[in-house]
């Protein structure tokens, strides 16, 4: 499985992005999908998660109503939609899959088998 992130970019504050990820195979409708961040000198956290059919979704708290995570399995694509930016939400963001089978949302790194390469966010005030 490959991955592969784009979207970021210099923003705003109160300004939106839309991140997307396109993945190889041919059964990206049975993979987990998850967004996750990385600040300089910060561990990489859990920002959103979607499930095989769209229909189930988790964030973190700090993102809530303001970040959309959806997928298109005919596109093979995840998608966060990213509104009233904020500072403190300047990270790189990374996509990640998570192909074991295994049923229910995944909110941590190490339950993610592939990543893509991350897409730079910079929000300035």
């Known amino acids: 499985v490959q991955l592969q992130a784009s979207g970021g970019g210099l923003v705003q504050a109160g300004d939106s992005l839309r991140l997307s990820c396109a993945a190889s195979?041919?059964?990206?409708?049975?993979?987990?999908m998850g967004w996750f961040r990385q600040a300089p000198g910060k561990e990489r956290e859990f920002v959103a998660a979607i499930s095989r059919d769209g229909d189930s979704t988790n964030y973190q708290d700090s993102v809530k109503g303001r970040f959309t995570i959806s997928r298109d399995n005919a596109k093979n694509t995840v998608y966060l939609q990213m509104n009233s930016l904020k500072p403190e939400d300047t990270a790189v963001y990374y996509c990640?899959?998570?192909?074991?089978?295994?049923?229910?949302?995944?909110?941590?790194?190490?339950?993610?088998?592939?990543w893509g390469q991350g897409t730079l966010v910079t929000v300035s005030s």
């Open positions: 195979g041919r059964t990206f409708s049975t993979y987990y």
């Open positions: 990640a899959a998570d192909t074991s089978r295994i049923f229910g949302l995944k909110l941590r790194p190490s339950q993610y088998e592939y």
